[in-house]
């Protein structure tokens, strides 16, 4: 008998390495995925104009990269900080001066991660919902907690996102020609704009997705969204808010993103590090006993069998130093 449907994806065409340079952008789920990357040793720039939910935001940010969209700040004064109305209020400063600069490099920081011959763009579409600055009649990435009146709320029409999408990717493949791109849409379920808000919002964003993966052979949609809701489809694999999926859930999509887009060797190599990791995360009964020597020896020898397939000078000088301290 069988109790769930499991979901099949097949393998990609597109095949990744340790070479690949990973730039992600969107919801706090592209955030996961940069953040598992990161640990199994990929080049990646994680989410570095922070979470960002909307798919007109994300495609101001993708001209911003480009040097194409119009960069007219957004600021705003909030408390002690500067912060700007199309990012997140982790991009900030203590002056307006400082605010944009530090804009100003995370834009070069991200087009310059690109720019690199083998580069692949991850996004990850979270709402359809978006907020319109009333002021400047303009959509803002966040609100940043002012006052509600400043805003009006809008469902994005499918029509408009294409529209904005297709401008910005278009963009992005005249300036990065070898740029590939995986699109996702974020399993975090939207529950503060209503559940059938929130299904409304997602069905939209799937068409966007379905479409644009139909008219851009560069772009490759990962069903992470599929997985969480038809796959996994119980409440066990998200996280207490019952919104976020879980750690559990996040791993199981992991290994899926991992046999869609990872060759033979480039699986074995992070299967491998992973191994190392946990041994380097040990923490042992008895650390003067020959036993944790040994078993420290044996895992400096093989950082130092995977170090001509990955960077782990740092693993192995602080490991090196350890056996130091317990000789």
């Not at 690199?116 to 979270?126: C, E, F, M, N």
């Not at 319109?132 to 803002?140: A, G, H, N, T």
Request: with cysteine; glycine share 4%; net charge negative.
């Amino acid at each position: 008998m069988h109790f769930r449907t499991e979901l099949s994806v097949n393998k990609s065409l597109l095949q990744l390495h340790h070479k690949t340079a990973f730039l992600t952008i969107g919801s706090c789920f592209s955030e996961e995925i940069g953040q598992l990357l990161e640990a199994s040793k990929f080049n990646v720039l994680n989410n570095p104009f922070g979470t960002t939910f909307n798919p007109i935001s994300i495609a101001n940010i993708i001209q911003g990269i480009c040097g194409a969209a119009d960069r007219k700040p957004l600021p705003i004064l909030a408390g002690d900080v500067w912060l700007d109305y199309r990012f997140h209020s982790s991009i900030y400063g203590y002056h307006e001066k400082e605010l944009n600069e530090t804009i100003d490099q995370k834009f070069q920081q991200a087009s310059e991660q690109l720019s690199q011959p083998d580069s692949v763009l991850i996004l990850t579409l979270g709402t359809a919902w978006v907020y319109r600055l009333l002021s400047e009649d303009r959509i803002v990435a966040n609100c940043h907690k002012q006052n509600n009146a400043l805003f009006q709320k809008e469902l994005s029409p499918l029509e408009v996102l294409l529209n904005v999408f297709k401008e910005a990717l278009n963009q992005l493949l005249e300036t990065f020609p070898h740029c590939q791109i995986i699109l996702t849409l974020s399993p975090v379920r939207h529950t503060k704009d209503g559940l059938e808000e929130n299904q409304i919002s997602k069905s939209t964003l799937r068409l966007l997705c379905h479409q644009l993966n139909s008219a851009y052979s560069q772009l490759h949609y990962f069903p992470s969204y599929e997985i969480v809701l038809d796959d996994l489809r119980d409440y066990r694999f998200y996280s207490k808010d019952l919104v976020h999926p879980n750690e559990q859930a996040v791993e199981y999509i992991w290994e899926k993103f991992r046999h869609t887009f990872f060759d033979k060797h480039t699986d074995q190599v992070v299967h491998q590090w992973k191994q190392i990791r946990q041994n380097l995360q040990h923490k042992p009964f008895y650390e003067k006993g020959n036993a944790y020597k040994k078993f420290l020896e044996q895992t400096l020898q093989e950082l130092e069998q995977i170090h001509h397939k990955i960077d782990v000078t740092k693993e192995i000088e602080e490991l090196k130093q350890t056996i130091q301290h317990h000789a």
